[in-house]
Structure formats: structure tokens, C-alpha cells
């Protein structure tokens, strides 16, 4: 049967020519509905890369006042290296860094280490994340006060999709100006 005799049967001929307006649209429409000639290509969704934390360093002991320890750390591979350093006493100020390489007691108080990162806030304990490569690093912790304490410094590796320990902090002009007597090196 004829589309034309199917119209002519159920509309006047005033509206045949809209209903097969309709029609063409409605048509046209469904078949953009499902049926494509060409394969759709699947969306590749990545899998997020496991979190893995790795403890480079921990390092408990005095700390002697005004005084800067060095603390080398390997790190083995790229990632996020969390930073941590606390003290007992809170009347005695604490800095928290870490440089690539080493840095000397001179070139310390004149702040001009290859800094990666600079903790001099009031805050305690000290806390601090930046991203780093595989290589030599130095993790300085400085007791600025003028009291003998005790205190811890770590720093764990970490890769994958780990949540963040902290925000990064800025390695841009430091803050402090206080200044050390003393450098010791510890060597695990």
C-alpha cells in the first residue's frame, strides 16, 4: 500500500503535506536513535595507580639549641616526599627544610641552599609536602631556641594516589631570618 493512498484515507488535504513533514522528521530523528553504521569506540577510564608509602627516614634524639641538623635521605624514585618534625618544648622555634644535596652551616643562615621546600610557620609539629625526584636530598631540621630539646624528623616517600599529608610549601624567599651556631650531620 501507498504512503499517499494511507494519507489521502486519514487526513484532508490540508494537512497532508504537514503530517508528512512530520513524518520525515520523526524518521530521520529514529534513526539517529541506535543504528549507526559506524562502531562507537569505547572510552578508556584509567585505574588510578595504588597508593605505596615508603618511611626514608626517621630520627629521634636532642636537640641542642640554636643549632642546624642535616639529615641526608636517598630518595629512590620520583613521588611526594611528606615531611614531618616535632620538639617538646613549644617555647623553642623549630624550622623544618629540605634542600637537594647538602647545604653548610654558611650557606644555611644565608638562605641560599637549594631550597625545595622552607617549614618556618609557628605551627607544631612542622608539616610539609613536596614533589621530588629520585636522588640526594637533605632534610635540615633547626632549633633556633635557645633550650635544649628532643624531637623527631621523618620523611616518607609516596607514590600513587596517596591522599596529600599537606599542602606544598614554597621555596621562595624565607620567611626567617633567625640564624644558627652549630651544624652536625647525622649519617644513618
Known amino acids: 500500500m501507498k504512503s499517499s ?5 486519514r487526513f484532508p488535504k490540508s494537512n497532508r503535506r504537514m503530517v508528512r513533514v512530520v513524518l520525515s522528521v ?10 549507526s ?22 630520627q629521634s634524639g636532642v636537640i641542642t639549641p640554636s643549632t642546624l641538623f642535616s639529615l641526608p635521605v636517598t630518595v629512590p624514585s620520583a613521588g611526594r616526599l611528606d615531611l614531618t618534625a616535632d620538639w617538646t618544648l613549644a617555647t623553642n622555634a623549630v624550622g ?6 647538602a647545604c653548610t652551616l654558611d650557606q644555611f643562615n644565608a638562605r641560599t641552599c637549594n631550597f625545595l621546600t622552607r617549614i618556618e610557620t609557628t605551627a607544631k609539629p612542622k608539616k610539609g609536602s613536596v614533589a621530588v625526584q629520585a636522588g640526594s636530598y ?7 631556641g635557645s633550650q635544649q ?10 607514590t600513587g594516589s ?10 621562595g624567599p ?15
Open 149 to 158: 630539646d628532643s624531637g623527631i624528623a621523618q620523611a616518607v616517600l609516596s
Open 138 to 144: 637533605s632534610v635540615l631540621v633547626a632549633n633556633f
Open 26 to 35: 520523526v524518521t530521520v530523528g529514529h534513526l539517529g536513535c541506535g543504528g
Open 5 to 9: 493512498s494511507v494519507l489521502s484515507r
Open 37 to 58: 553504521s559506524s562502531p562507537s569506540t569505547p572510552t578508556a577510564t584509567s585505574t588510578p595507580e595504588p597508593c605505596s608509602q615508603s618511611v626514608l627516614l626517621q
Open 162 to 171: 596517596c591522599p596529600a599529608a599537606s599542602a606544598a610549601t614554597s621555596a
Open 174 to 188: 624565607a620567611t626567617s631570618t633567625e640564624q644558627v651556631t652549630q651544624a652536625l650531620s647525622f649519617r644513618p
Open 96 to 101: 623544618l627544610y629540605l634542600v637537594q644535596g
